[in-house]
């Protein structure tokens, strides 16, 4: 059974603060990990993906990855109000398998 | 531009009324999804097609059947819906020539049973 950990939050920090998001996940076989954003109401959307150890960054946002710990990150540097959503935690590929694991996410409100 | 859509976005049914939702893509996509998800949950996957292969999830319950007529269009039938059954239903294309098989989301129906 492949699991995901995330922490449901929610997560709140203020405005202009770095918002950090973690996910731990079961299937050591996870090859890629994708970083979705979801608003209230809405369908997920693709923020961030990250296949190698280490950081990758993009803009305002950075994904961590240490595969030995099974642990992934998302961190939001200068967050906004507009980053209020949940953060969901995707890995997949295991094994050649083309479906992801989703957690259940990460709520993150920013307050002015 | 090149999108999924889903229609309606929101649809209310009756108890045991069959329904069906509907899925379209202009991105030419050969793998196409069905999630529900409910408040606070992951998305939860209930079947995919790769091509016109089917593949249900073990736990989709038999009351959830999907149709795939070509590429572009995909449809979930819920044939007695209960009230467990409302929820966010939605729809998700990705490309096997996409080594990471990135998926891309329709809107979303919501999903009222009465």
């Known amino acids: 059974q492949k699991e995901v950990e995330q922490n449901s939050g929610p997560l709140s920090v203020p405005e202009g603060a770095i918002a950090s998001l973690n996910c731990t996940y079961s299937?050591?076989?996870?090859?890629?990990f994708f970083w979705y954003r979801q608003y209230s109401g809405k369908s997920p959307e693709l923020i961030m993906f990250?296949?190698?150890?280490g950081d990758k960054e993009d803009g305002r946002f950075t994904a961590q990855l240490n595969k030995a710990s099974q642990y992934v990150s998302l961190l939001i540097r200068d967050s906004q109000p507009s980053d209020s959503a949940t953060y969901l935690c995707?890995?997949?590929?295991?094994?050649?398998?083309?479906?992801?694991?989703f957690g259940r996410g990460t709520s993150l409100i920013v307050h002015p | 531009d090149a999108m999924v859509i889903q229609n309606p976005r929101y649809q209310v049914t009756q108890f045991g009324k069959p329904v069906t939702l509907s899925c379209s893509q202009t991105l030419n996509h050969n793998v196409m999804y069905w999630y529900q998800q409910k408040s606070s949950q992951a998305p939860k996957l209930l079947f995919h097609?790769?091509?016109?292969?089917?593949?249900n999830e073990a736990d989709t319950p038999d009351n959830f059947q999907s149709r795939r007529p070509n590429t572009s269009f995909c449809f979930l039938d819920i044939r007695s819906p209960g009230l467990g059954d409302a929820a966010m239903y939605l729809c998700a294309t990705s490309s096997s020539l996409d080594r990471d098989y990135e998926q891309y989301f329709g809107p979303g129906t919501r999903l009222t049973v009465t």
């Open positions: 097609y790769y091509d016109k292969d089917f593949n």
């Open positions: 990250i296949y190698s150890n």
């Open positions: 299937d050591r076989g996870s090859q890629s």
């Open positions: 995707a890995p997949h590929a295991s094994g050649g398998s083309y479906i992801p694991t």
